[in-house]
């Protein structure tokens, strides 16, 4: 774990600390932190921007009223991803919303190890783009996957803790949704351009 990690880490936690103890107005501090990640996964799973800004505040304050049931046994910001990913979860229950998942039919011989080289290859912010340009085409809890595993770099034992999954699970899952983003940034960058990335 990097030092900045680490110190991120007892930074929430001094807060944390302070917040149960009385301070509550310090609480604005960890909503600042974490704003944007959790209105991004939000947007990951509802794909709609006004509803994920709802979830996104509902989330902060079901988050504000268990923090006493954050022991610390794994990051902040995991703890977080996965009050979140479970608030999206129940507002998605609640408006019964069928989950409609991307064909993979198409899916013709392009591997995985083509994508991650042509997306590394690609300038930070080129990749970027080309991720989030596609990763709104896949399912909810594919979309909310890639997202943590793309953009907020967690690890696939983290990813199992947030999506309340065997880690054997989410390799699966993770393997099955890059296959899906393969089949859609194929579509979108030429064949070429992918190629040529590639090498």
Known sequence: MSSYNQMT??????IIDQIL????QLFSVLVDRYKNL??????????????????????????YKSLSKFKGEAKFSTWIYRVTYNNCLDFLKARKRKFKELSVDAYDGFEI???????????????KTAIL?????????????LTLHYYEDQSVKEIA???NLSV??????????????AVIL???????????YGK
């Open 21 to 24: 103890g009385g301070d509550k």
């Open 186 to 196: 194929k579509r979108r960058l030429s064949n070429d351009m992918l190629l040529n």
């Open 133 to 145: 340009g596609c990763i709104h085409m896949l399912s909810e809890d594919d979309a909310f996957l």
């Open 113 to 127: 190890e083509d994508l991650d080289s042509a997306i590394n290859n690609l300038e930070e912010n080129e990749r």
């Open 38 to 63: 959790v209105f991004t996964l939000c947007l990951r799973l509802l794909k709609n921007r006004e509803e994920a800004e709802e979830v996104a505040q509902d989330s902060f304050v079901k988050i």
């Open 168 to 181: 054997a699970n989410v390799k699966v899952k993770l393997y099955r949704s890059r296959k899906q983003l």
């Open 9 to 14: 880490i007892k930074k929430d936690q001094l």
């Open 161 to 163: 803790e947030i999506m």
